[in-house]
C-alpha cells in the first residue's frame, strides 16, 4: 500500500482534525481545497493539496490517483436553496465515487440521514449514502451526531449565551441527542481506515448509552463556563419565526443561515440518540471525551482563541 488517503472537506471543521489524525498515524495525505478556502495549518503534517471542489471532474481524479483510501467529508450543511444540498451532497458524492472506483471509499454522513423527511439537507445526505452504498468497491458510511470541539463555530453561540448565564433548548420533553468530540470522531474515522468494517452505514458518539438531554448540555456547558446558566426553554412556534426571518433575508439575497424551518424541523425531532453502535465494537473505538471533559476542552480553545 501507498499509505495515501485522499481527503475532501480539509477545511472544515472536522477536516483539519482528521488530516492531522492521519499524520499521527504515518498516513499521507492528498488534501482538496477550493481555490477561495484558506489551507489549513496543521502543525507536523505534509500534505499534498489539488486546487478544486467537487464540481471539477479533473481535479477530483488528481486527488484520488494512486490514493488507497478516500474520506470524503465535505458537505454542505447550509444553504439559501434546497436543491443545493443534493447538487453538492449527493452529486458531488456521486463525481467523486466515480473518479475512484477500486479504492476504499468512507463517507462521513449525519444522523440525519436517518430522517430524510425533516429536511432537505437531510434527503441529500442518505441520498449521498445511497450513491455509496452502490459502489462497485469497498465503502463504508458514518453517521456522525452533533460534533463540537476546537474550530466549531456553529455552537459557538450556545457556549457564549450560557456565559452568559442562559441556556437556551428547545421546549420538549424527553428529547434524547448523541455527541461527539471532533477530536474523537476524527480517531474514529483514522481507525476505519486501518481496520475497515463490512460495507454499511454505520452511527458514532461518544458512547454515551441513550445519548443526553437538554438539561446535561447546559450542566456541561455551565461547568466549563465556570457558571450555573438558566434553562430557557424555546418554543418551536418561537424558533420558527426566527427561522422565517432568516429566509426572508434568503430571499434579499443575504448570507446563508443554519437556522431555517428545515432545521428547526430537525430540532424538534425527539430522538437523535445512536442505535447503531456495530462500528466502534468493529474498530475498537473508545471516546477519549465524555460530555463535560469535552465541553471543557471547548471552552479552553475558544477562550485561548478570544473567542469567548
Not at 452504498?133 to 469497498?138: D, I, Q
Not at 481506515?193 to 441513550?210: F, H, K, M, W
Not at 426571518?245 to 430571499?251: I, M, S, T
Given at each position: 500500500m501507498?499509505?495515501?488517503?485522499?481527503?475532501?472537506?480539509?477545511?472544515?471543521?472536522?477536516?483539519?482534525?482528521?488530516?492531522?489524525?492521519?499524520?499521527?498515524?504515518?498516513?499521507?495525505?492528498?488534501?482538496?481545497?477550493?481555490?477561495?478556502?484558506?489551507?489549513?495549518?496543521?502543525?507536523?503534517?505534509?500534505?499534498?493539496?489539488?486546487?478544486?471542489?467537487?464540481?471539477?471532474?479533473?481535479?477530483?481524479?488528481?486527488?484520488?490517483?494512486?490514493?488507497?483510501?478516500?474520506?470524503?467529508?465535505?458537505?454542505?450543511?447550509?444553504?439559501?436553496?434546497?436543491?443545493?444540498?443534493?447538487?453538492?451532497?449527493?452529486?458531488?458524492?456521486?463525481?467523486?465515487?466515480?473518479?475512484?472506483?477500486?479504492?476504499?471509499?468512507?463517507?462521513?454522513?449525519?444522523?440525519?440521514?436517518?430522517?430524510?423527511?425533516?429536511?432537505?439537507?437531510?434527503?441529500?445526505k442518505?441520498?449521498?449514502?445511497?450513491?455509496?452504498?452502490?459502489?462497485?468497491?469497498?465503502?463504508?458510511?458514518?453517521?456522525?451526531?452533533?460534533?463540537?470541539?476546537?474550530?466549531?463555530?456553529?455552537?459557538?453561540?450556545?457556549?457564549?449565551?450560557?456565559?452568559?448565564?442562559?441556556?437556551?433548548?428547545?421546549?420538549?420533553?424527553?428529547?434524547?441527542?448523541?455527541?461527539?468530540?471532533?477530536?474523537?470522531?476524527?480517531?474514529?474515522?483514522?481507525?476505519?481506515?486501518?481496520?475497515?468494517?463490512?460495507?454499511?452505514?454505520?452511527?458514532?458518539?461518544?458512547?454515551?448509552?441513550?445519548?443526553?438531554?437538554?438539561?446535561?448540555?447546559?450542566?456541561?456547558?455551565?461547568?466549563?463556563?465556570?457558571?450555573?446558566?438558566?434553562?430557557?426553554?424555546?418554543?418551536?412556534?418561537?424558533?420558527?419565526?426566527?427561522?422565517?426571518?432568516?429566509?426572508?433575508?434568503?430571499?434579499?439575497?443575504?448570507?446563508a443561515?443554519?437556522?431555517?424551518?428545515?432545521?428547526?424541523?430537525?430540532?424538534?425531532?425527539?430522538d437523535w440518540?445512536?442505535?447503531?453502535?456495530?462500528?466502534?465494537?468493529?474498530?475498537?473505538?473508545?471516546?477519549?471525551?465524555?460530555?463535560?471533559?469535552g465541553?471543557?476542552?471547548?471552552?479552553?480553545?475558544?477562550?485561548?482563541?478570544?473567542?469567548?
Amino acid at each position: 500500500m501507498s499509505r495515501l488517503v485522499a481527503v475532501t472537506g480539509a477545511t472544515g471543521f472536522v477536516g483539519p482534525h482528521l488530516v492531522s489524525a492521519l499524520g499521527r498515524r504515518g498516513w499521507k495525505t492528498r488534501l482538496l481545497v477550493r481555490r477561495w478556502s484558506p489551507v489549513p495549518s496543521l502543525p507536523g503534517v505534509a500534505a499534498e493539496i489539488v486546487l478544486g471542489d467537487l464540481g471539477n471532474e479533473k481535479a477530483l481524479r488528481r486527488l484520488v490517483d494512486g490514493a488507497d483510501v478516500v474520506i470524503h467529508a465535505a458537505g454542505l450543511i447550509k444553504s439559501r436553496a434546497p436543491a443545493d444540498f443534493l447538487a453538492v451532497n449527493r452529486d458531488g458524492t456521486a463525481r467523486l465515487s466515480a473518479c475512484a472506483p477500486e479504492a476504499r471509499f468512507i463517507l462521513l454522513s449525519s444522523l440525519a440521514a436517518r430522517e430524510p423527511q425533516l429536511s432537505a439537507y437531510a434527503a441529500s445526505k442518505q441520498a449521498a449514502e445511497a450513491v455509496v452504498a452502490a459502489r462497485s468497491g469497498p465503502w463504508m458510511a458514518v453517521r456522525a451526531p452533533a460534533v463540537y470541539g476546537p474550530g466549531d463555530r456553529e455552537t459557538l453561540a450556545y457556549f457564549r449565551a450560557v456565559a452568559r448565564g442562559v441556556a437556551p433548548q428547545p421546549r420538549m420533553d424527553g428529547a434524547r441527542l448523541a455527541l461527539i468530540h471532533v477530536g474523537d470522531l476524527a480517531e474514529a474515522l483514522v481507525l476505519a481506515v486501518e481496520r475497515p468494517p463490512a460495507a454499511s452505514v454505520y452511527e458514532i458518539d461518544d458512547g454515551q448509552l441513550d445519548g443526553y438531554g437538554y438539561d446535561d448540555m447546559a450542566a456541561a456547558a455551565g461547568a466549563a463556563v465556570g457558571r450555573t446558566a438558566w434553562r430557557l426553554p424555546v418554543p418551536q412556534a418561537a424558533m420558527a419565526m426566527i427561522a422565517a426571518a432568516n429566509g426572508l433575508r434568503h430571499g434579499l439575497g443575504g448570507a446563508a443561515q443554519i437556522l431555517t424551518q428545515a432545521k428547526v424541523r430537525e430540532i424538534f425531532h425527539g430522538d437523535w440518540a445512536i442505535h447503531d453502535h456495530r462500528l466502534a465494537a468493529a474498530i475498537a473505538f473508545r471516546a477519549r471525551y465524555d460530555l463535560v471533559a469535552g465541553f471543557r476542552d471547548t471552552v479552553i480553545w475558544y477562550r485561548r482563541q478570544g473567542w469567548l
